[in-house]
């Protein structure tokens, strides 16, 4: 794959506090909210949508900060030949399957080009880490490999978003689902020699009766309120 090396990227630097996303991820792990399956099954599906998928042959394929089963199961229901790895936040969270094992950035654990596709959901990670993640997931992907991460965009629940900025005693004002500069890391995924990266957006409206339920379905999906103050 061919390297570029005339992009630049620049990131406004957060401090992620790592207490608090080992807390929203051990959540997220043992949450059994079935608005929340349903929202991240979903997710799955349109993720090996988007990455065409064949059934034809047997793949590879890692999903990056796990908090479930949820992609397996979706495999299996569609009867993919697969083999899937699974990289998890902490050791204080076992998904009991041999391939899990607890995330590092370089991806130590795998030579070089020995996945077909990479996964991420909503990753519980730094800027710093999601860079180290990118440049990692090109070295173990095969030469037509393909990844998907996917986050939420900055105008995601932004009525919501202000309305806890104004009640509480933040002093960042996107500490409340904080958002990663999306243009930014697809120009970092091309200078690593990614071809065809593609930044768009995806528009699902979750349904809530009450603000508390609103409430529960971010903090069981694994986020809330991680910056430093």
């Known amino acids: 794959m061919e390297k570029l090396s005339s992009l630049r990227v620049e990131f406004y630097v957060k401090m992620y506090d790592k207490k608090k996303l ?22 799955f599906e349109e993720a090996i949508e988007r990455l065409d998928i064949k059934k034809s042959k047997k793949f590879r394929i890692l999903e990056l900060y796990a908090r479930n089963t949820i992609l397996e199961d979706i495999l299996k229901k569609f009867k993919f030949s697969y083999d899937i790895y699974q990289s998890i936040y902490t050791s204080k969270f076992n998904l009991n399957d041999n391939n899990a094992f607890v995330h590092d950035s370089r991806l130590s654990k795998f030579k070089d080009s020995k996945f077909d596709y990479c996964i991420s959901i909503f990753p519980l990670a730094s800027e710093t880490d999601i860079l180290n993640d990118l440049e990692s997931t090109h ?36 500490s409340f ?28 409206i979750i349904s809530n ?16 309120n991680y910056l430093l103050n």
């Not at 807390?23 to 909210?33: E, F, G």
């Not at 009766?209 to 809330?224: C, H, L, Y």
């Open 177 to 204: 689902l904080p958002c990663f500069e999306i243009i930014s890391l697809g120009n970092f995924a091309n200078s690593k020699g990614f071809k065809n990266v593609v930044v768009d957006k995806s528009k699902y």
């Open 139 to 174: 070295r173990i992907l095969s030469d037509e490999g393909k990844f998907i991460f996917l986050f939420f965009s900055e105008d995601s629940c932004i009525n919501l978003k202000k309305l806890f900025y104004k009640f509480s005693n933040l002093k960042i004002e996107n």
């Open 22 to 43: 080992d807390i929203n991820y051990r959540r997220a792990c043992k949450s059994n909210n079935k608005k929340v399956v349903f929202f991240l099954q979903k997710l």
């Open 209 to 224: 009766n009450k603000v508390n339920e609103i409430w529960k379905f971010i903090r069981d999906i694994g986020q809330s």
